[in-house]
């Protein structure tokens, strides 16, 4: 089970679960955040107390990967199947992102 923090405007926002390697997985927001009013790092993440649940990477945290040549320098630099989105996203994490939401290694 791999795990990465989903952080917005730098504030944890909730954790990111590979349950089974290359499928199932997980998003739940943590509590903190919820009470402080914080906002949903995507339209299709809507908050709520219960976590989300899907068989694959949910689309908005597959937009957050590289495309193309770059996806393909990258997974040969660490190795990585480019099938394996959590692994790429991994090794992306901490890295600088485009908008307000980030990932980072728990």
């Given at each position: 089970?791999?795990?990465l923090?989903?952080?917005?405007?730098?504030?944890?926002?909730?954790?990111?679960?590979?349950?089974?390697?290359?499928?199932?997985?997980?998003?739940?927001?943590?509590?903190?955040?919820?009470?402080?009013?914080?906002?949903?790092?995507?339209?299709?993440?809507?908050?709520?107390?219960?976590p989300?649940?899907?068989?694959s990477?949910?689309?908005?945290?597959?937009?957050?990967?590289?495309?193309g040549?770059?996806?393909?320098?990258?997974?040969?630099?660490?190795r990585l199947?480019?099938?394996?989105?959590?692994?790429?996203?991994?090794v992306?994490?901490?890295?600088?992102?485009?908008?307000?939401?980030?990932?980072?290694a728990?």
């Open positions: 089970m791999r795990q923090g989903v952080y917005n405007n730098e504030i944890l926002a909730g954790v990111l679960t590979e349950q089974v390697p290359g499928r199932g997985y997980a998003f739940a927001y943590d509590p903190a955040y919820l009470a402080s009013g914080g906002t949903p790092v995507s339209v299709t993440l809507p908050l709520q107390p219960a989300y649940e899907a068989e990477l949910f689309p908005f945290f597959v937009n957050l990967l590289p495309e040549a770059n996806r393909t320098l990258i997974c040969r630099k660490f199947d480019e099938e394996d989105l959590f692994g790429l996203l991994t992306m994490s901490g890295g600088d992102f485009i908008g307000a939401v980030n990932v980072r728990i």
